[in-house]
């Protein structure tokens, strides 16, 4: 009978047969932050811990899960690309792309890494995974910059005519991927008045890896995560929650609470999922601490490990 360690070391040989890229893909380091081991049993990437709030410590929501060679982006948010060349991920491109939903903040660095990754020397279209709204979004970002890339390929920089595309693939839920030992499954959650938005399931023979994306509490969530190794859960400080002194602002504790998560609730979802280990990020923190996260958490009774996420970390 093949143990764990051994399944892992039969699907990287198959991943090395099936996904590896006819060549070397460019890093601006080569310094890799997941381990060999790390890689054959998938891999998260914290690339983007943030929210709105412009944080110079935390570039916007995006993560990326390595599984042998292969790349996968989830969001996009600003500075993604910074983030992916500091980590020592492809600068020239990724495997897929999948987006939890449309929200700027999630989805500024799209321009980012389809021009970027072209100009770094992606020659072929870039598959892109969200929801309905995700082709028309790329088509007018692709317009926006029809200038630069007009100048980019015809002029001296001799750029590779039609390396910036992008092949969309709308979904509102389901499996979206599943390929040589690696499935990933959209599942819709509520968020609001956003009438499609996607947690992520990422599963490997030897690990399930749960991202919430924005969501406000809800079963299929719940569900999703059962058993998960890893849950990352967007989340903010129940205790901070008040109406706010501006225009509009006696809505937010409203608005907060049907759009996002509060780190009790967390806490709920993750005891009754039987979670292994909870990351919180896209944290809306209105002035709230750590420690105080921390104690949301343990209220909703989950006594699992629990780490504020931070750019760069690797799980």
């Given amino acids: ?28 380091t080569t310094t890799q ?41 989830f969001d996009a948010g600003a500075g993604v690309m910074r983030r992916a060349a500091a980590a020592g991920l492809p600068i020239d491109g990724f495997h897929r792309v999948f987006l939890t939903h449309l929200h700027s903040d ?9 021009l970027t990754t072209w ?7 870039m598959t892109v995974v969200g929801p309905p709204g995700t082709r028309t979004m790329v088509e007018h970002l692709l317009a926006a910059w029809s200038e630069d890339i007009r100048v980019r390929t015809t002029g001296l920089e001799r750029g590779q005519p039609g390396g910036e595309r992008a092949a969309v693939t709308e ?18 959650v509520p968020h609001g008045e956003w009438a499609h938005a996607f947690a992520w ?16 509490p809800g079963t299929a969530l719940g569900e999703a995560a059962r058993g998960a190794d890893l ?14 002194n501006r225009p509009g602002g006696e809505a937010w504790p409203a608005y907060m609470r ?44 989950y006594r699992g490990p629990v780490t504020v996420a931070r750019d760069l970390d690797v799980y």
Avoid: N
Wanted: charged share 20%; hydrophobic share 45%.
């Fill in 106 to 114: 999630h989805t500024l660095g799209v321009p980012d890494v389809l």
């Fill in 258 to 301: 049907s759009v996002h998560t509060s780190d009790r609730e967390v806490g709920a979802l993750a005891s009754a999922a039987g979670v292994r280990r909870v990351v919180l990020s896209h944290v809306v923190r209105m002035g709230g601490t750590d420690v105080e996260l921390l104690a949301g958490v343990r209220r909703g009774g």
């Fill in 33 to 73: 932050r997941c381990t060999p081991a790390q890689q054959a049993r998938g891999c998260l990437l914290v690339l983007g811990s943030g929210m709105p709030v412009p944080d110079p410590e935390r570039a916007g929501p995006a993560y990326a899960f390595v599984f042998g060679e292969r790349v996968l982006l």
């Fill in 201 to 216: 399931v990422i599963a490997t023979p030897d690990r399930r890896v749960v991202l919430s994306g924005d969501a406000a």
């Fill in 231 to 244: 849950l990352v859960h967007e989340t903010y400080p129940e205790i901070r929650l008040k109406p706010e």
């Fill in 119 to 125: 100009v770094m020397g992606r020659r072929t279209p």
């Fill in 1 to 28: 009978m093949i143990d764990r360690a051994g399944r892992a070391l039969v699907w990287l040989g198959l991943m090395a047969v099936l996904a590896t890229p006819a060549a070397a893909q460019r890093r601006f």
């Fill in 171 to 188: 979904t509102t839920g389901g499996v979206v991927y599943d390929s040589a030992g690696l499935t990933v499954t959209a599942v819709p």
